[in-house]
């Protein structure tokens, strides 16, 4: 495991409790880095089932894909005869009403859905190409369940929030322009990353492309960053390394009071 906001906050180089052998089957590479993805796929050419990938990474911090980058996977994935996997999660529903599929025009073979199609619930779902999910049973050979799949309170709260969302597209210009408001708060020296309604301050002032330039951030600004905001009322995510994300529920005089205190910080520390 080389992602992940808890294991990079923390400092945890891997997980206990997963075999070798399990891990041996995968292999982790950089985001935005094109040329390691074609040069991976040129050494092990079929073996190479899957790539699975956040289209907008939220799990070392917001990080937009490069361009071009997700157009390389696509493109490698199909000439290989690879599955291109997208884990939409955080980027479903989110970023745009088709998810970060459709904001940038490309069309993954599967994709993890998560978290905000439950309206606040706990719900998951996946779906992708026909023959891909024929496989899975009773269609197929594939079994999958779980004790609260398509729970009816989550499933009803879902339909009722997309139902809402496909009704008011002004939401997500909208949710744009509001995180727009509070990346512009932070001074020069600050990288600011977002993609919609995802946004992520670096202590850094250099630009976060990936996981080395993550790092770069320093941890403990951004620490008493957080810890003045949450003093101020204002809950950030509490790692560098999360994504934080702008909600419909948030009034424009929110905004504002979030914006006054991030400027007041800078102006001070």
């Known amino acids: 495991m080389k992602a992940g906001s808890g294991v990079a906050t923390l400092g945890i180089p891997d997980t206990a409790g997963v075999p070798r052998p399990f891990a041996d089957t995968t292999i982790a590479l950089p985001f935005n880095s094109p040329q390691t993805v074609a040069d991976c796929f040129e050494r092990h050419e079929d073996q190479i089932a899957a790539v699975i990938v956040e289209p907008v990474v939220g799990n070392m911090g917001c990080v937009p894909p490069a361009p ?29 009403f088709g998810g970060a599929q459709a904001l940038y025009g490309i069309r993954p073979d599967l994709t993890t859905l998560g978290k905000v199609i439950g309206g606040g619930l706990p719900v998951g779902a996946y779906g992708g190409r026909r023959d891909v999910m024929s496989m899975v049973a009773p269609a197929g050979p594939v079994y999958q369940a779980g ?6 309170l989550a499933v009803a709260a879902g339909l009722a929030m997309l139902r809402h969302l496909k009704a008011h597209p002004e939401v997500y210009p909208q949710l744009d322009a ?21 946004i992520t301050f670096f202590f850094t002032s250099l630009p976060v492309t990936d996981w080395e330039s993550a790092q770069r951030s320093d941890r403990a600004r951004f620490a008493e ?5 949450l003093g101020r009322g204002f809950y950030l995510p509490p790692s560098q390394f999360e994504a934080a994300f702008v909600s419909a529920a948030h009034s424009e005089e929110d905004i504002e009071r979030t914006v006054a205190a991030i400027r007041e910080f800078f102006s001070t520390r």
């Open 225 to 229: 960053f957080f810890h003045w905001m």
């Open 68 to 96: 071009g980058f997700l157009e390389t996977l696509r493109e490698l994935t199909a000439s290989y005869g690879a599955l291109l996997i997208f884990d939409e999660v955080m980027t479903g529903f989110r970023v745009a």
């Open 178 to 198: 509001r995180t727009a408001q509070l990346a512009a708060a932070a001074p020069a020296g600050i990288t600011v990353n977002r993609v919609g309604s995802m």
């Open 147 to 152: 004790t609260l799949s398509g729970n009816p």
